[in-house]
């Protein structure tokens, strides 16, 4: 996928979205196994508030989901692109943190409701992640069902890492 197809997925998600909470970004045969992206309204909202909705930056972070998520490298090595765990043990907490947990799965949320709905899966078997580029981070969660990753975009974080 290049920057033009990101940017053109981007569009027809936001189309889905004018309508429904969540919209499918893109599918991806990763080396770990298949691999769909889902973007949300939140998520847009974010993005429009950074001014970075369907920027060339968010369009690379998107991109870089070709990358997979693999189970068993989940964790960052700093200044590596791709898929990425976020934890509650992390010390300092960052803004990442703060805004995934504090802002969003700690909170009554009504789009936990409406994830929950759309995969199928309880909020307590979800995993915080984070799709890494180097400009910036895209939040959300990963589920995994039937063998398929699912990762939900719900927030951004174009703060550089403490």
Known sequence: ?????????????????DGHPVANFAEFATPHGELRVLVTGRL???????????SSAMCTALKNAEYGFDPKASRSRGGSDGIF??????????SMMKKLFARFLDKPDPLVSEIESVLD?????????RLVSHH???????VIKHGVSHLVLVD???EKED
Do not use: H, Q, Y
Request: hydrophobic share 45%.
């Open 1 to 17: 996928m290049d920057l033009a197809e990101a940017k053109l997925r981007i569009a027809r998600a936001e189309a889905v979205l």
């Open 44 to 54: 847009r909202k974010r993005c429009k508030k950074e001014r970075i909705w369907k």
């Open 85 to 94: 765990t976020i934890d509650r043990s992390f010390r300092p907490v960052n």
């Open 121 to 129: 899966v309880a909020s307590t078997n979800w995993v915080p992640a």
């Open 136 to 142: 910036l981070r895209l939040l959300g969660v990963i």
């Open 156 to 158: 951004c974080d174009s």
